[in-house]
């Protein structure tokens, strides 16, 4: 698997954990990409984020969500102060982050894919190509089922969490 700087077009270092995909991942950036339009040019981060057309969502060591682009919010149904400053499980909306503890403090959280996926490549700094994920979502209306896959990059302090994929927010499930 192959990785492009989405603006210089440089190669990154292959994804891991992937098949024999000959896809690009064009929402990575490379360190002096990043540096120049962030730092130099004091370009906005979410300016920076909107021109991405993908779904990504900017995520710290701690798990706390610090921005998201345009397509983030349209598909979570979101605004910025419903995003920033907030858990992962907040902002997916997670049945357990409303538990004593909150997100990734619960007996549940050990075993959340969206939580390992992006605490593993913070530590390591490999990333995740289309991650399959089953997140059992709370709303107001009923419990959702919802399937997506994430793609993660760690740049810097930060980890860009791509969602390439989500269905079942719309139909709520039936209850039994």
Not at 8 to 34: A, F, K, M
Not at 87 to 92: D, K, R, S, V, Y
Not at 106 to 117: D, E, P, Q
Not at 131 to 136: A, D, H, Y
Request: proline content about 5%; charged content about 25%; hydrophobic content about 35%.
């Amino acid at each position: 698997m192959k990785r492009i700087c989405a603006w210089c077009r440089q190669e990154l270092e292959p994804v891991g954990h992937d098949d024999n995909s000959h896809d690009y991942i064009t929402h990575g950036i490379c360190r002096s990409c990043y540096n120049i339009l962030l730092l130099q040019l004091g370009v906005d981060v979410h300016k920076y984020l909107d021109s991405i057309a993908a779904p990504i969502v900017l995520i710290d060591a701690e798990g706390t969500v610090r921005a998201a682009n345009a397509s983030a919010m349209k598909l979570l149904n979101k605004k910025p102060a419903d995003i920033e400053g907030y858990t992962g499980g907040e902002i997916f909306e997670c049945p357990y982050s409303k538990l004593p503890g909150g997100c990734g403090k619960t007996t549940h959280c050990a075993g959340c894919t969206i939580r390992n996926t992006l605490l593993d490549t913070y530590a390591t700094g490999k990333g995740f190509l289309k991650r399959p994920v089953i997140l059992n979502q709370n709303t107001p209306e009923d419990p959702q089922k919802i399937n997506m896959f994430i793609s993660t990059e760690k740049v810097g302090n930060i980890v860009f969490m791509r969602i390439d994929e989500m269905e079942g927010r719309s139909t709520p499930a039936k209850k039994a």
